[in-house]
């Protein structure tokens, strides 16, 4: 979050938890009552960000096909009917929001990004690797990394999410 502050959107992740365990008490208690929060929260995600919303809809059809798949039996034709229900209240509530922007996108003549595909750099492998040169620990041992390589910037995920990432 530290070498990501220009995009405030990475501290505005709070809804997305409250979704998935709306949704997944939406799934397991049977009760058309956790809908609503789990709508409303899906919501208040995507209000934070449309990335993040793009996320949360991943990782909420994620878990979906998994309990299809491999927790059939809390699948039923009620539940189906609660998830349109979720889907639904969402889509209403994003509606004005969503319509405007599909509009301008179907109807744009020119890329929406400010500037050229082709001028735009990504990040390289390494910088999901080494930290940033800001790092308050790492940062001077890094630095002659950075300076002898064109990264670009730093991505660093951190150890601790590589380590789990490998065991996992």
Known sequence: HVSEVTHPVLSSTEWMPLSMLFLIRTVVERRTRTVWPAA???????????????????LALGYLAYTALFERRL???????????LGGLAGVALAPLIAPMLRAYLGADSS????????????????????????PLLGRVVAPFYAA??????????????????VG
């Open 40 to 58: 409303l929260f899906f919501t208040l995600t995507a209000l934070c960000s449309w990335h993040l919303m793009s996320f949360s809809a991943l």
């Open 75 to 85: 699948w039923s034709r009620t539940l189906v009917w609660r998830l349109l229900l």
């Open 112 to 135: 929406f990004l400010g500037a050229p595909v082709e001028e735009a750099l990504g990040n390289d492998v390494a910088a999901f690797f080494v930290p940033d040169p800001s790092h």
């Open 149 to 166: 390589v064109n990264v670009g910037r730093s991505a660093y995920l951190g150890l601790a999410t590589l380590a789990l990432s490998a």
